[in-house]
C-alpha cells in the first residue's frame, strides 16, 4: 500500500502530495529503507494521518508552500506553536479510542471520545490492597478504557485524604471507612463522598515482634503498643474487635498507635510497637526480615471482610460522568483479573518495581498467592489470604458505623443505612459488574459473622448496645 | 609542615579510619544459604537482608545512581538527579520570598526600637516551631501541596533572617549616624548609604542561617507529603529497607547542603565591608 502522503508533515523534505494510485518512483520502490519516517503500526498510522490533514488544512492543501514555511521558521518551532493551539494529543487518541470502540464493537453510547477528562492522577499507598488501581497501569487496563492515569505514591491515608480533597488526586485509594467519615466530617472537612467499589477483601494480618513468640494469647497483651494505618480502617476497628472478645479494652489495656504502613518495619524493628494489625506486604516483609510472626490472618477474624477501597467525590462523578463510568469499568476488569488465582504470581512481578510497591518480588508473591511462611517455622498454604471483590455491601457499611459509633468516633445518632446508602454505590457497582457479564449479588444488605458472632445490618443500635466493652 | 598541610593530612587520616571501621563494623546482609527448605527459601534466606551497607557499597550505589541521574521511570521513580533539582526549586521559592519578606520588614523593625520589642515575643514563639507541625495546617488552608511545602519553608525561614536583619540596623554604630546628621543626608540616603553597609555583614549571616534552614525543612516536608523530592526518595527507599540507598541520599544532602551554603557565604564576599 502506498502511505507516502503519510510522511512527516512537519519535515521540509517530506512530500505529502502522494496521492491514490500515484505513479511517482518512490511509491512503487519496494526500498523500505528509504521510508523509515513513515508510520508502521496501525496506531502510528492514525497518529499521522491526524497530524497530516490538521497542517495540510492550514496551508489549504498546498505542498510547495508548507514546506516553504517550515524551511523558514523550523520544523521543531512549528510543531510546537502547532501543538500550542490544536490539541493534537487528544485528538488523535480520542479517534484511536473510537476506533477500537467500534472495532470491538463496545455500545458508541460510552465512546471514548465523549470522555471528558482522559488524563487523571490516582493516588496509592503502598500496600497490596492497591492491587487493582496499581497494576492497571502496568497492565494497561486504563489504558484499554481510553484513559492516561498516572498512579501516584502517597506517604499516608491522611495525605490521601488530604489530596483528595484538594483535588490534586481526581480519584483514589483509600480505607473503606475513609469515606464514610469524610462524607460525616468526623476526622477532616465534611465533604461528600463516593465508594463505588471494594478493593480487596481480608489481606491483612496481626504481626508481633519476635520476642512475644510465646505470647499467642490475647489476654497476655495487657500494655502492648499496636501500630494501624489510620484511625477509620478496618485494620482499627477489627484490632479493637478482636482484643474487645478477649476481654481487653482497646482504649485502656493497649496502646494504639496511627502509623504509615511503610513504616510499621522499621518502628517494629525499633521495639517502638510490640505488633501491629496492618496491610500487607508489610506482615510479610517483617516476616522476610526476621523481626517479627505473623500471629493470625484477619480473614480468621471475619472472613470475606473489606478492607480498601476505589473512591472519589460526588463532584467528580458529576462532572465527569462518562470519564467515572470509564475507570470505574477499568477498576472492576482490574479486579475481576486479579481475584483470578492464577493471575497473581504475574501481577506480583508486575507491581513490585521502585516505581509501585517497591518490595522484594518473593515478599509481595508470598501475600498474592497465600503460600507462605509465618515466621515460626511453618510453611502455610492460604489461597484466600487475600481476595478481590469489588462489591460493596451496604451491610459492611453499616457494620463499620456500628463500630465507629461503639468506640466513640461519632457520638451523635446516625441514620446507618442512609448514610451506608449514600457514600457506598453497590447497586451502580452491581449494576457495572452485569454489563460487564460478571456474576453480582441481588441484594445489597446480608448478615456477617465475625468472630462467631452475627451481625444483622436491620438492628445496628442494638448491635453496638450489646457489646460490654465500648465506649460509654 | 604547615598549618594547612597538618589540616589537610588530618582529615584525609579521619577519612580513611571511618572508611576502614565503617567497613568493619558492617555487614553484606548476604545469608547465601544452599539447599534451603522451602521455608527458608521463603523467608528470603538466599537474598540479602536489609542492614547497614558498608563504604565499599554504599560507594558503588553512589556510582551506579549517578551514571544515571536523571532516567525517569514514571511518576514514582525517578533519578537522584531529578529529585534534587525538584528540592532545589522548592527551596529556592520559599527562601527567596522570605527574603523579599523578611529584608524590609527587618529594617523597617530595626529603625524602630518600638516595633522591635514589640514584635520580639510573637517572632520567639514562631521561631521554634517545626515545619511538620506547620504541614497539616498548610495543606488543608492552602489545598495545593507543592505550594505546601514552599509555605512551610518560607515560614521556617523568614525568622533568622528578620532578627539578624533588624538586629544588624539596630546595632549601626550611632557615630555613624550623628555623623550623617551633621552632613544633613536625608533619611534615604542615610538608611541606603550608611546603615545598609554597616548591618550587611549581620544580614547576611541571618541569610545562611535561613538557607541552612530552609535546606532541613524541604527533607522532612517531602517526606511528609511525598510525590517528588529527595525527601520522598529517602521516604520510598526506607519503605524498602534499602539502606544503601538511603545514606547515599544522606551524603548527597550534606553535599548540596554545603554548596547552597557556600554559594551565600561567597556572594556576602562581594557585599562585605570593613570597618
Same mark, same amino acid.
Given at each position: 500500500?502506498?502511505?507516502?502522503?503519510?510522511?512527516?508533515p512537519?519535515s521540509e523534505?517530506?512530500?505529502?502530495?502522494?496521492? @491514490?494510485?500515484c505513479?511517482?518512483?518512490?511509491?512503487?520502490s519496494?526500498?523500505?529503507?528509504?521510508?523509515?519516517?513513515?508510520?508502521?503500526?496501525?496506531?502510528?498510522m492514525?497518529?499521522?494521518?491526524v497530524?497530516?490533514?490538521?497542517?495540510?488544512?492550514?496551508?489549504?492543501?498546498? $505542498?510547495?508552500?508548507r514546506?516553504?514555511?517550515?524551511r523558514?521558521?523550523?520544523?521543531?518551532?512549528?510543531r510546537a506553536?502547532?501543538l500550542?493551539?490544536?490539541?493534537?494529543?487528544?485528538?488523535?487518541?480520542?479517534?484511536?479510542?473510537?476506533k477500537?470502540?467500534?472495532?470491538?464493537?463496545g455500545?458508541?453510547?460510552?465512546?471514548?471520545?465523549?470522555?471528558?477528562?482522559?488524563?487523571?492522577?490516582?493516588?496509592?499507598?503502598?500496600?497490596?490492597?492497591?492491587? +487493582?488501581?496499581?497494576?492497571?497501569?502496568?497492565?494497561?487496563?486504563?489504558?484499554? /478504557?481510553g484513559?492516561?492515569?498516572?498512579?501516584?505514591?502517597?506517604?499516608?491515608?491522611?495525605?490521601?485524604? $488530604?489530596?483528595? #480533597?484538594?483535588k490534586?488526586?481526581?480519584a483514589?485509594?483509600m480505607?473503606? +471507612?475513609?469515606? #464514610?467519615?469524610?462524607?460525616?466530617?468526623?476526622?477532616?472537612?465534611?465533604?461528600?463522598?463516593?465508594?463505588?467499589?471494594?478493593?480487596?477483601?481480608?489481606g491483612?494480618?496481626?504481626?508481633?515482634?519476635?520476642?512475644h513468640?510465646?505470647?499467642?494469647?490475647?489476654?497476655?497483651?495487657?500494655?502492648?503498643?499496636?501500630?494501624?494505618p489510620?484511625?477509620?480502617?478496618?485494620h482499627n476497628f477489627?484490632?479493637?474487635?478482636?482484643?474487645?472478645?478477649?476481654?481487653?479494652? +482497646?482504649?485502656k489495656d493497649?496502646?494504639?498507635r496511627?502509623?504509615?504502613p511503610?513504616?510499621?518495619?522499621?518502628?517494629?524493628?525499633?521495639?517502638?510497637?510490640?505488633?501491629?494489625?496492618?496491610?500487607?506486604?508489610?506482615?510479610q516483609?517483617?516476616?522476610?526480615?526476621?523481626?517479627?510472626?505473623?500471629?493470625?490472618?484477619?480473614? $480468621?477474624?471475619?472472613?470475606g471482610?473489606p478492607?480498601?477501597?476505589?473512591?472519589c467525590?460526588?463532584?467528580?462523578?458529576?462532572?465527569?460522568?462518562?470519564?467515572?463510568?470509564? #475507570?470505574?469499568?477499568?477498576?472492576? $476488569?482490574?479486579?475481576?483479573?486479579?481475584?483470578?488465582?492464577?493471575?497473581?504470581?504475574?501481577i506480583?512481578?508486575?507491581?513490585?518495581?521502585?516505581?509501585?510497591?517497591n518490595?522484594?518480588?518473593s515478599?509481595?508473591?508470598?501475600?498474592?498467592?497465600?503460600? /507462605?511462611?509465618?515466621?515460626?517455622?511453618?510453611?502455610?498454604?492460604?489461597?484466600?489470604?487475600?481476595g478481590?471483590?469489588?462489591?460493596?455491601?451496604?451491610?459492611?457499611?453499616v457494620?463499620?458505623?456500628?463500630?465507629m459509633?461503639?468506640?466513640?468516633?461519632?457520638?451523635?445518632?446516625i441514620?446507618?443505612?442512609?448514610?451506608?446508602?449514600?457514600v /457506598?454505590l453497590a447497586?451502580?457497582?452491581?449494576?457495572?459488574?452485569k454489563?460487564?457479564?460478571?456474576d @453480582?449479588?441481588?441484594?445489597?444488605?446480608?448478615k456477617?459473622?465475625?468472630m462467631?458472632k452475627?451481625?444483622?445490618?436491620?438492628?445496628?443500635?442494638?448491635?453496638?448496645?450489646?457489646?460490654?466493652i465500648?465506649?460509654? | 609542615?604547615?598549618?594547612n598541610?597538618?589540616? %589537610?593530612?588530618l582529615?584525609?587520616?579521619?577519612?580513611?579510619?571511618?572508611?576502614i571501621?565503617?567497613?568493619?563494623i558492617?555487614?553484606?546482609?548476604?545469608?547465601n544459604?544452599?539447599?534451603?527448605?522451602?521455608?527458608?527459601?521463603?523467608?528470603?534466606?538466599?537474598?540479602?537482608?536489609? *542492614?547497614?551497607?558498608?563504604?565499599?557499597?554504599?560507594?558503588? *550505589?553512589?556510582?551506579?545512581?549517578?551514571?544515571?541521574?536523571?532516567?525517569?521511570?514514571?511518576?514514582?521513580?525517578?533519578?537522584?538527579?531529578?529529585?534534587?533539582l525538584?528540592?532545589?526549586?522548592?527551596?529556592?521559592?520559599?527562601?527567596?520570598?522570605?527574603?523579599i519578606?523578611?529584608?524590609p520588614?527587618?529594617?523597617?523593625?530595626?529603625?524602630?526600637?518600638?516595633?522591635?520589642?514589640?514584635?520580639?515575643?510573637?517572632?520567639?514563639?514562631?521561631?521554634?516551631?517545626?515545619?511538620l507541625?506547620?504541614?497539616?495546617?498548610?495543606l488543608?488552608? %492552602?489545598?495545593?501541596?507543592?505550594?505546601?511545602?514552599?509555605?512551610?519553608?518560607?515560614?521556617?525561614?523568614?525568622?533568622?533572617?528578620?532578627?539578624?536583619?533588624?538586629?544588624?540596623?539596630?546595632?549601626?554604630k550611632?557615630?555613624?549616624?550623628n555623623?550623617?546628621?551633621?552632613?544633613?543626608?536625608?533619611s534615604?540616603?542615610?538608611?541606603?548609604?550608611?546603615?545598609?553597609?554597616?548591618?550587611l555583614?549581620?544580614i547576611?549571616?541571618g541569610?545562611?542561617i535561613?538557607?541552612? %534552614?530552609?535546606?532541613?525543612?524541604?527533607?522532612a516536608?517531602?517526606?511528609?507529603v511525598?510525590?517528588?523530592?529527595?525527601?520522598?526518595?529517602?521516604?520510598?527507599?526506607?519503605?524498602?529497607?534499602?539502606?544503601?540507598?538511603?545514606?547515599?541520599s544522606?551524603?548527597?544532602?550534606g553535599f %548540596?547542603?554545603?554548596?547552597?551554603?557556600?554559594?551565600?557565604?561567597?556572594?556576602?564576599?562581594?557585599?562585605?565591608?570593613?570597618?
Open positions: 500500500m502506498p502511505v507516502n502522503s503519510l510522511d512527516d512537519f523534505k517530506s512530500d505529502l502530495s502522494h496521492g @491514490a494510485g505513479s511517482c518512483k518512490s511509491c512503487h519496494a526500498d523500505v529503507e528509504m521510508v523509515q519516517n513513515l508510520p508502521h503500526t496501525e496506531e502510528e492514525v497518529n499521522r494521518f497530524e497530516t490533514s490538521v497542517v495540510k488544512s492550514i496551508f489549504g492543501g498546498n $505542498d510547495v508552500k514546506r516553504q514555511f517550515i523558514t521558521v523550523g520544523a521543531g518551532v512549528f506553536a502547532l500550542s493551539v490544536v490539541p493534537l494529543g487528544a485528538l488523535q487518541s480520542c479517534i484511536n479510542d473510537t477500537k470502540k467500534v472495532e470491538s464493537g455500545s458508541s453510547k460510552l465512546g471514548a471520545s465523549k470522555l471528558e477528562k482522559i488524563k487523571l492522577n490516582i493516588g496509592f499507598v503502598p500496600i497490596t490492597c492497591a492491587t +487493582p488501581i496499581i497494576m492497571s497501569k502496568p497492565m494497561g487496563f486504563y489504558e484499554k /478504557y484513559l492516561d492515569v498516572d498512579v501516584i505514591k502517597t506517604a499516608g491515608w491522611a495525605v490521601a485524604r $488530604d489530596k483528595s #480533597l484538594n490534586e488526586y481526581d483514589s485509594h480505607l473503606t +471507612p475513609m469515606p #464514610l467519615a469524610m462524607t460525616m466530617g468526623a476526622g477532616s472537612s465534611s465533604v461528600p463522598y463516593v465508594m463505588p467499589a471494594v478493593e480487596n477483601i481480608n491483612q494480618a496481626i504481626c508481633l515482634h519476635n520476642k513468640k510465646d505470647k499467642r494469647d490475647p489476654k497476655m497483651w495487657k500494655g502492648f503498643k499496636f501500630g494501624v489510620f484511625e477509620y480502617s478496618m477489627l484490632l479493637r474487635y478482636y482484643v474487645a472478645e478477649h476481654g481487653l479494652d +482497646p482504649d493497649i496502646q494504639i496511627v502509623v504509615p511503610p513504616e510499621m518495619v522499621a518502628n517494629l524493628r525499633a521495639g517502638n510497637l510490640d505488633g501491629y494489625l496492618s496491610p500487607d506486604p508489610f506482615n516483609r517483617a516476616v522476610y526480615e526476621n523481626v517479627g510472626f505473623l500471629h493470625m490472618l484477619t480473614k $480468621d477474624i471475619w472472613e471482610h478492607c480498601c477501597a476505589f473512591a467525590s460526588q463532584e467528580f462523578v458529576t462532572n465527569n460522568p462518562n470519564t467515572y463510568s470509564a #475507570l470505574f469499568s477499568a477498576i472492576i $476488569d482490574a479486579t475481576h483479573f486479579s481475584s483470578q488465582q492464577e493471575n497473581r504470581a504475574q506480583a512481578e508486575a507491581i513490585a518495581p521502585k516505581n509501585y510497591l518490595q522484594p518480588a515478599v509481595i508473591a508470598q501475600v498474592l498467592t497465600g503460600k /507462605y511462611a509465618d515466621g515460626l517455622g511453618n510453611v502455610l498454604n492460604e489461597p484466600n489470604r487475600i478481590f471483590d469489588p462489591f460493596p455491601w451496604h451491610s459492611m457499611g457494620w463499620i458505623l456500628t463500630q459509633k461503639r468506640w466513640g468516633y461519632v457520638k451523635e445518632d441514620d446507618y443505612k442512609k448514610i451506608a446508602e449514600q /457506598y447497586a451502580e457497582c452491581g449494576a457495572k459488574m454489563e460487564m457479564g460478571y @453480582a449479588p441481588s441484594t445489597t444488605y446480608k456477617h459473622t465475625i462467631g452475627e451481625f444483622d445490618p436491620n438492628f445496628p443500635e442494638e448491635y453496638v448496645n450489646s457489646f460490654d465500648r465506649v460509654k | 609542615m604547615t598549618e598541610k597538618k589540616a %589537610i593530612l582529615s584525609i587520616t579521619l577519612f580513611v579510619v571511618f572508611l571501621v565503617g567497613e568493619l558492617t555487614s553484606t546482609g548476604e545469608r544459604k544452599k539447599n534451603m527448605t522451602e521455608y527458608e527459601q521463603l523467608m528470603g534466606m538466599g537474598e540479602t537482608q536489609a *542492614h547497614v551497607p558498608g563504604p565499599i557499597e554504599v560507594f558503588k *550505589h553512589a556510582l551506579s545512581e549517578l551514571s544515571d541521574p536523571f532516567y525517569d521511570n514514571g511518576p514514582n521513580d525517578k533519578g537522584i538527579g531529578i529529585q534534587l525538584y528540592s532545589i526549586a522548592r527551596v529556592m521559592a520559599g527562601y527567596l520570598l522570605s527574603v519578606i523578611a529584608l520588614i527587618g529594617f523597617l523593625i530595626g529603625m524602630s526600637p518600638v516595633f522591635y520589642k514589640a514584635l520580639q515575643p510573637y517572632i520567639q514563639i514562631l521561631k521554634p516551631i517545626s515545619p507541625a506547620w504541614m497539616p495546617l498548610a488543608f488552608v %492552602i489545598k495545593d501541596s507543592v505550594m505546601s511545602s514552599v509555605f512551610v519553608i518560607f515560614i521556617c525561614s523568614i525568622w533568622p533572617m528578620l532578627i539578624n536583619t533588624a538586629f544588624g540596623v539596630m546595632s549601626v550611632k557615630d555613624f549616624l555623623v550623617a546628621k551633621t552632613l544633613e543626608m536625608s534615604l540616603k542615610t538608611a541606603f548609604q550608611i546603615i545598609l553597609p554597616a548591618a555583614p549581620t547576611f549571616t541569610l545562611r535561613s538557607m541552612g %534552614i530552609s535546606w532541613l525543612v524541604i527533607v516536608a517531602e517526606m511528609l511525598g510525590g517528588t523530592g529527595i525527601g520522598y526518595y529517602v521516604w520510598n527507599e526506607w519503605n524498602n529497607l534499602d539502606l544503601a540507598s538511603v545514606v547515599f544522606i551524603i548527597m544532602i %548540596i547542603g554545603m554548596f547552597l551554603d557556600s554559594l551565600i557565604s561567597r556572594s556576602s564576599k562581594y557585599f562585605n565591608y570593613q570597618e
